[in-house]
């Protein structure tokens, strides 16, 4: 592409787009039209929102558009327009995004870095699917070449273009994590504020006792009073629709809302007697079935305000992992925070029922203090663990080891090339055999179909994280060591210590031989 001069970018198929602008715009009028002379009406107006929200969608996607030639770079949507000189460019990547649809596919954008940090989203070109990836990577590919022939001095062309994705370190954080972690201890606050409050009239209720002719007209409220009365029909509705008793001569009132299985329950003609509480039918007897008006528990209350903090905790751990790898370059990927998830998991499980049979009696009984103590001491241990095994490991630390020579027997390590090979064909592999014999690949810890390693081929290139373009299949606390096969770019993807052992062992076969 070294003849490129200019670069313009479009959506496709731009008469499809317009079309479908036109029809959502014929839809979104008739159904304004038919609001107007017929009146408001949910159908209509939901219906015309929709046509107006794909329209719009139709309009940005048919207007974006995105052009380069010696000049620079410049974009315009919708709504605004942009243009950078390439001097300004530090670097063209590629944002990857995990799609929405059931397919779990990619979306891949153009992502600029400019000089001063601030980083942009190109609305062109994009890929949504394998059948557009050709010609992404052509446009991608005609982008670098007029940044490295008009950007500032010392532009070069990379080997590899950077890859950005949600796992990477220069994926944006502070805007969902931070969100989401707010809503949920907004409402774990909310359901502990109504703890306290649930607790009291449950034990109101438990306490509650029959009124009598002594009893205050001011405190009848807190004392249970019965009424009569003879069912005249029932309405049961479902599955979301409420569900009805109705009473003959509408005594002592006309209806009273039931779930479905009280609907179905109670017949016309049953005679039922109601128990008032606090001014409200708590309980409908009547000789084939009762009624009981659900009483809320402030055990389950507890348990809730528990479950939305405990759920805080992660989007929590994804903002910590973000900042622990604010300095590393923004295709690295970071490592996963799931470790901190088996902590909150194991907190649930002393936590949850704790809260639920002791819900407001945490510090005033001495088990729950005993329970409260063991539980914390257990989840301080789970979050050290995560903390630990959620680092970011140098390259080259070693924890632990074998030198080369030491292994005693076979000794299957979790480990796989990147790249298919005659020795790991269509990437089978996912142990490296060590030890006995040969070293080899095998599709798991066994030497069923091995292969063996071509080791004295080898030669060890350096040793990296894992960066974006690695792929979702390479876990974010391993290591890459970048080899040369005989002159092929050849990557082995393991834990570091792992790694370490397997390099050692190849390099130790290799100077044997």
């Not at 080997?159 to 994590?177: E, K, N, Y």
């Not at 109601?274 to 055990?299: C, D, I, K, M, Q």
């Not at 096969?485 to 390099?507: C, K």
């Amino acid at each position: 592409m070294t003849d490129v001069h200019e670069l313009h970018c479009r959506a496709r198929p731009r008469r499809a787009l317009w079309l479908s602008v036109a029809f959502t715009a014929a839809g979104a009028g008739a159904s304004v039209g038919w609001t107007a002379y017929r009146g408001p009406n949910v159908l209509w107006l939901t219906v015309g929102g929709s046509f107006a929200l794909i329209g719009l969608v139709s309009l940005y996607l048919v207007t974006a558009r995105v052009s380069a030639d010696a000049r620079g770079l410049r974009s315009r949507t919708l709504l605004r327009g942009r243009s950078v000189p390439w001097s300004e460019v530090a670097e063209l990547r590629i944002r990857l995004k995990r799609g929405s649809g059931s397919r779990g596919g990619q979306i891949r954008r153009v992502g600029v870095l400019l000089r001063d940090g601030r980083s942009r989203t190109l609305p062109l070109p994009v890929a949504t699917g394998p059948y557009e990836l050709d010609c992404f990577q052509a446009q991608l590919g005609a982008l670098r070449v007029l940044h490295q022939r008009h950007g500032a001095t010392g532009v070069a062309e990379a080997a590899a273009v950077p890859v950005v994705s949600d796992r990477t370190a220069g994926r944006g954080w502070a805007g969902a994590a931070v969100l989401w972690c707010a809503v949920l201890l907004v409402g774990a606050g909310v359901a502990a504020a109504f703890v306290s409050d649930t607790a009291a009239d449950q034990r109101a209720w438990r306490a509650a006792v029959p009124c009598t002719a002594s009893t205050p007209v001011a405190q009848r409220r807190e004392c249970l009073t019965y009424t009569s009365a003879v069912i005249a029909r029932t309405d049961p509705n479902r599955p979301k629709k409420s569900s009805w008793v109705y009473f003959t001569e509408d005594r002592p009132f006309r209806r009273l809302e039931v779930p479905v299985e009280a609907a179905d329950g109670f017949h016309a003609g049953d005679k039922v007697q109601l128990t008032f509480w606090r001014g409200e039918v708590r309980v409908v007897s009547g000789s084939r079935y009762v009624w009981h008006r659900h009483v809320p528990n402030a055990g389950t209350l507890a348990v809730m305000s528990a479950l939305a903090g405990l759920a805080a905790g992660y989007p929590g751990a994804l903002t910590v992992q973000r900042v622990r790898g604010r300095r590393l370059p923004d295709d690295e990927v970071l490592p996963s925070a799931v470790p901190f998830g088996f902590a909150l998991a194991g907190t649930a499980l002393w936590l949850v029922p704790l809260c639920y049979f002791h819900p407001t009696t945490l510090l005033a009984s001495p088990a729950a203090i005993g329970w409260l103590a063991a539980g914390t001491l257990g989840s301080a241990a789970l979050l050290v663990r995560a903390w630990r095994e959620t680092r970011v490991r140098p390259v080259g630390e070693v924890e632990r080891g074998v030198e080369p020579g030491e292994l005693e027997g076979e000794v299957f390590v979790s480990a796989r090339f990147l790249e298919h090979t005659d020795y790991n064909p269509y990437g089978f592999g996912t142990h490296i055999a060590l030890g006995d014999g040969p070293p080899a690949v095998t599709p798991g810890p066994g030497r069923f179909a091995a292969r063996r390693i071509p080791v004295e081929r080898f030669t060890v290139k350096g040793v990296r994280r894992v960066r974006g373009g690695d792929g979702d299949t390479v876990p974010g606390d391993w290591h890459i060591a970048e080899l040369d096969d005989g002159g092929r770019p050849v990557r082995l993807a393991a834990a570091p210590d792992d790694l370490t052992r397997v390099l050692r062992e190849l390099t130790a076969v290799r100077e044997a031989q």
